[in-house]
């Protein structure tokens, strides 16, 4: 039956709200790592691989580019990520070892399933889906599959799905580390541990979203805004930058902030808010000097910090604190403030918000 809206005035803010029950669905009934959660014949496959190719458009490839980042450093597995539209038409060297794996929310988007069909016509048999339709074309054309469960997505910029895709894409890690010897029951229980907190971190998030309208009301009269954020944040900033122009049609851009220098320091004045993803991790003091950088040509600075991160507010400087910080999982907790910037600032701007102009919820036309 349709889906109702209930207290939200948009899908958009409910999916956004959604996240905390949808990542405790996807999660459910995962008692340890095991390839058997990827389907019957993950174990035979991991034994053989040596590399992994993501493919995905959108949203969707900004969570792979995230999980990049884990399955480099917590698998030890080379990864490489690529938009299913450049890869399905560049000649590009296949290696017979690589698991190619597809991310999509929907299932259905044409680049994506023709880089899939691009990389088996090469040789590579190896395929696995981060899907949320059990029933799609991706989940029937791969050998693997991790089933997210966001439930139905209706608004055109993805929420829920994403984060989903990140919960799977982190068990995918820890199953490739495990089959590799890179994960000792130790590490095991607490990555479960900490995956299965997910639900209460990000319900704590949730509660900050007074303090990311009163950022909104800021951004909703600018025409640009810069995202920062550095390693596995990175991706964070990108999706950030991504909902706010597809909701609110501010030209958004993120950088790497290490790439600041080269190019959009020019950019930054006054008019130009800058975002900053800033969980204390081993960048933090990179990101800092970057941070001044922004400051030292007037640009505002809006900081998503979290609880040991030592910034504080001061004129030109806004700081949101994330209650908790969450090591390797943070990204699933960092992007939630930048998707109700994004809302809040469209909802502000007046737009259609889960109806944005000439964009579609899955694009199955190339
Ligand atoms: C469209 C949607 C995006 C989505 C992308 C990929 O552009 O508007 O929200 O990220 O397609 O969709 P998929 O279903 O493959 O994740």
Redesign the pocket.
Known sequence: GAVELGPYRHYMQKEIFEQPRAIADTLEGVQGITPDLFGDKAASVFGQIDRVLIL??????YSGSAARYWLESIAGIPTTVEIASEYRYRDSVPVPSTLVVT???????AD?LAALKHARSLGMEHTLTIC?VATSA?VRECKLAYVTRAGVEIG???TK??TTQLAGLFLLTLTLAKVKGRLNEAQEAAHLKAMRHLPAALQSVLALEPQVMAWAEAFARKDNALFLGRGLHYPIALEGALKLK?ISYIHAEAYPAGELKHGPLALVTSEMPVVVVAPHDTLLEKLKSNMQEVRARGGELYVCADADTHIQAEPGIHVIRLPEHYGALSPILHVVPLQLLAYHTACARGTDVDKPRN?????TVE
């Open positions: 995905a458009c959108g949203t969707s490839y991310i999509s929310q929907s299932g259905e988007t994506t949320n991706m055109v910029a993805s799905a994403f597809e964009l579609a919820k899955s694009v």
